[in-house]
């Protein structure tokens, strides 16, 4: 596999239950992203890690905990989500460990649905 | 603050036509970078083009372009004799440095291309 993966690509739970999205880059890139996209508004950027560090949590709910064993996965645990929620969450990678690159590789995205 | 704007939720065009997509911002900084993302139903963000602040020559590459107007804030992507496969949410995106990583986006624009 190349580029960014996400896993599963489509996900329905319920809102006491609990989830977890994967994202696996192959580029050999040292930060990760979480990006939570809904309808008709830009991109918000949730979470950011460098070399498995969080540097970053834009005041995100603790219903969204995200997770970095390593550079190459990054995980975003779900529980007793919000229908609100319901979105495209989107994983990106960059090369630089201090952030200053602009380049950013986006994954397919897991849209997800809260019932 | 910086923000990102694209003031044109849908647009539309025939194909072989050209069209022109909208987008201003907002910043202090002198030197940052501002991108064009294609988002294909197939959902995998791709990036169509890049402009550096510091350079005055608009970006080009193969039927896309940028009017970059810098004491105006505005950014706009040309796209010339538009294809079947050019349609697409197009986001307008901002970068700097000093962001920790963080990509602005704008809300996006959903560009149809009309056999």
């Known amino acids: 596999e190349t580029g960014v993966t996400q896993t599963p690509r489509h996900l329905v739970m319920g809102m006491t239950n609990k989830k977890s999205l994967k994202c696996e880059q192959h580029?050999?890139?040292?930060?990760m992203y979480w990006y939570k996209q809904s309808a008709k508004k830009p991109l918000e950027l949730m979470f950011v890690?460098?070399?498995?560090?969080?540097?970053e949590n834009n005041s995100v709910p603790s219903r969204f905990s995200p997770e970095c064993p390593n550079s190459s996965h990054l995980f975003l645990h779900l529980h007793t989500l919000q229908p609100e929620d319901s979105a495209l969450y989107l994983c990106?990678?960059?090369?630089?460990?201090?952030?200053?690159?602009?380049?950013?590789?986006f994954g397919p995205g897991t849209r997800l649905t809260v019932t | 603050a910086q923000t990102v704007t694209q003031s044109q939720p849908e647009m539309s065009v025939q194909e072989a036509e050209t069209v022109t997509l909208s987008c201003t911002y907002d910043?202090?900084?002198?030197?940052?970078?501002l991108f064009w993302y294609k988002q294909p139903p197939s959902r995998q963000m791709i990036l169509v083009i890049r402009?550096?602040?510091?350079?005055?020559q608009n970006a080009t590459e193969n039927r896309f372009s940028v009017n970059f107007q810098k004491a105006a804030k505005s950014f706009s992507l040309k796209i010339s004799d538009s294809q079947l496969g050019d349609a697409a949410m197009y986001f307008c995106?901002?970068?700097?440095?000093?962001?920790?990583?963080?990509?602005?986006f704008g809300q996006g624009t959903t560009l149809q291309v009309k056999p």
């Open positions: 990106a990678s960059s090369p630089s460990r201090d952030l200053s690159s602009y380049e950013q590789y």
């Open positions: 580029l050999g890139h040292n930060a």
């Open positions: 890690y460098s070399l498995e560090e969080r540097v």
């Open positions: 910043t202090s900084e002198s030197d940052y970078y």
């Open positions: 402009q550096e602040a510091y350079k005055q």
């Open positions: 995106a901002y970068f700097h440095s000093s962001n920790t990583g963080k990509l602005i």
